[in-house]
Protein backbone atom coordinates (compact mmCIF):
# COMPACT_ATOMS: atom_id res chain seq x y z
CA UNK A 1 0.00 0.00 0.00
CA UNK A 2 1.29 3.45 -0.77
CA UNK A 3 -0.30 6.83 0.18
CA UNK A 4 0.47 10.09 -1.43
CA UNK A 5 -0.51 13.30 -0.79
CA UNK A 6 -0.52 16.38 -2.48
CA UNK A 7 -2.27 20.15 -2.30
CA UNK A 8 -0.50 21.72 0.75
CA UNK A 9 1.01 25.23 0.75
CA UNK A 10 0.56 28.59 2.23
CA UNK A 11 -2.92 30.21 3.12
CA UNK A 12 -3.77 33.50 4.97
CA UNK A 13 -6.50 33.33 7.56
CA UNK A 14 -9.50 32.70 6.60
CA UNK A 15 -8.28 31.00 3.40
CA UNK A 16 -8.95 27.77 1.77
CA UNK A 17 -6.88 24.59 0.50
CA UNK A 18 -7.97 21.23 -0.50
CA UNK A 19 -5.68 17.89 0.20
CA UNK A 20 -5.80 14.91 -1.56
CA UNK A 21 -4.78 11.18 -0.95
CA UNK A 22 -3.93 9.07 -3.49
CA UNK A 23 -4.16 5.31 -2.18
CA UNK A 24 -2.18 2.35 -4.15
CA UNK A 25 -2.30 -1.05 -3.49
CA UNK A 26 -5.43 -1.19 -0.87
CA UNK A 27 -6.66 -4.81 -1.39
CA UNK A 28 -9.38 -4.73 1.39
CA UNK A 29 -13.33 -3.13 0.99
CA UNK A 30 -12.65 -2.68 4.79
CA UNK A 31 -9.93 0.01 4.89
CA UNK A 32 -10.07 3.29 6.34
CA UNK A 33 -8.53 6.15 5.24
CA UNK A 34 -7.72 8.97 7.90
CA UNK A 35 -5.93 12.09 7.69
CA UNK A 36 -3.75 13.35 10.78
CA UNK A 37 -1.70 16.65 11.21
CA UNK A 38 1.34 17.35 13.43
CA UNK A 39 2.52 20.64 14.67
CA UNK A 40 6.02 21.32 16.27
CA UNK A 41 6.45 20.28 19.53
CA UNK A 42 3.13 19.08 19.82
CA UNK A 43 1.63 15.23 19.06
CA UNK A 44 0.15 13.96 16.16
CA UNK A 45 -3.46 14.40 16.12
CA UNK A 46 -6.76 13.22 14.41
CA UNK A 47 -8.09 14.97 11.92
CA UNK A 48 -10.74 13.35 9.80
CA UNK A 49 -11.67 9.61 8.10
CA UNK A 50 -13.70 8.18 5.75
CA UNK A 51 -14.60 4.13 5.19
CA UNK A 52 -13.81 2.14 2.19
CA UNK A 53 -17.15 2.45 1.17
CA UNK A 54 -17.30 6.74 1.38
CA UNK A 55 -20.49 6.15 3.46
CA UNK A 56 -19.06 7.04 6.61
CA UNK A 57 -17.12 10.09 7.92
CA UNK A 58 -15.67 11.21 10.80
CA UNK A 59 -13.89 14.33 12.04
CA UNK A 60 -12.34 15.96 15.42
CA UNK A 61 -14.65 18.63 16.58
CA UNK A 62 -11.53 21.24 16.32
CA UNK A 63 -12.55 21.21 12.44
CA UNK A 64 -16.08 20.32 12.50
CA UNK A 65 -17.83 22.83 10.45
CA UNK A 66 -14.86 24.11 8.54
CA UNK A 67 -13.44 20.75 7.26
CA UNK A 68 -14.97 18.02 4.94
CA UNK A 69 -13.72 14.64 3.38
CA UNK A 70 -14.72 12.77 0.55
CA UNK A 71 -13.59 9.70 -1.43
CA UNK A 72 -13.45 9.12 -4.83
CA UNK A 73 -13.80 5.18 -5.05
CA UNK A 74 -12.96 4.89 -8.90
CA UNK A 75 -9.59 6.84 -8.64
CA UNK A 76 -8.60 5.76 -5.26
CA UNK A 77 -8.35 9.10 -3.52
CA UNK A 78 -9.30 10.59 -0.94
CA UNK A 79 -9.98 15.04 -0.37
CA UNK A 80 -10.04 17.17 2.47
CA UNK A 81 -11.37 20.06 1.79
CA UNK A 82 -10.16 23.02 4.54
CA UNK A 83 -12.35 25.88 4.69
CA UNK A 84 -11.80 29.25 6.76
CA UNK A 85 -8.40 28.12 8.04
CA UNK A 86 -6.83 29.63 11.08
CA UNK A 87 -3.27 29.95 12.50
CA UNK A 88 -3.68 26.82 14.57
CA UNK A 89 -4.30 24.75 11.56
CA UNK A 90 -1.05 25.14 10.48
CA UNK A 91 0.81 22.03 10.57
CA UNK A 92 2.80 19.00 8.48
CA UNK A 93 -0.29 16.75 7.51
CA UNK A 94 -0.59 12.91 6.85
CA UNK A 95 -3.30 10.04 5.42
CA UNK A 96 -2.98 6.98 6.59
CA UNK A 97 -5.13 3.87 6.46
CA UNK A 98 -5.83 0.92 8.51
CA UNK A 99 -8.71 -1.89 8.51
CA UNK A 100 -11.97 -1.41 10.26
CA UNK A 101 -13.24 1.88 12.18
CA UNK A 102 -12.54 0.55 15.37
CA UNK A 103 -10.20 3.28 16.91
CA UNK A 104 -10.19 5.51 13.86
CA UNK A 105 -9.03 8.60 15.90
CA UNK A 106 -5.90 6.55 16.99
CA UNK A 107 -2.90 6.95 15.23
CA UNK A 108 -1.34 4.09 16.38
CA UNK A 109 -3.85 2.10 15.01
CA UNK A 110 -2.77 2.79 11.79
CA UNK A 111 -0.46 0.61 9.50
CA UNK A 112 0.56 2.55 6.96
CA UNK A 113 1.45 6.57 6.07
CA UNK A 114 2.21 8.68 3.87
CA UNK A 115 5.30 11.39 3.65
CA UNK A 116 3.09 14.41 4.82
CA UNK A 117 2.63 17.54 3.54
CA UNK A 118 2.89 21.38 5.14
CA UNK A 119 0.07 23.19 5.35
CA UNK A 120 0.75 26.94 6.58
CA UNK A 121 -1.91 29.39 7.63
CA UNK A 122 -0.47 33.33 8.28
CA UNK A 123 -2.58 35.01 10.83
Known amino acids: VRLVESGGGSVNSGGSLRLSCAAAGLTSSQEIIAWFRQAPGKDREFVAA????????YLADSVKGRFSISRDTSKNTVVLQMNNLVFEDTARYYC?????????????????WGQGIQITVSS
Open 50 to 57: ITSSGKNT
Open 96 to 112: ATKLGTTGYSGSRYYTT
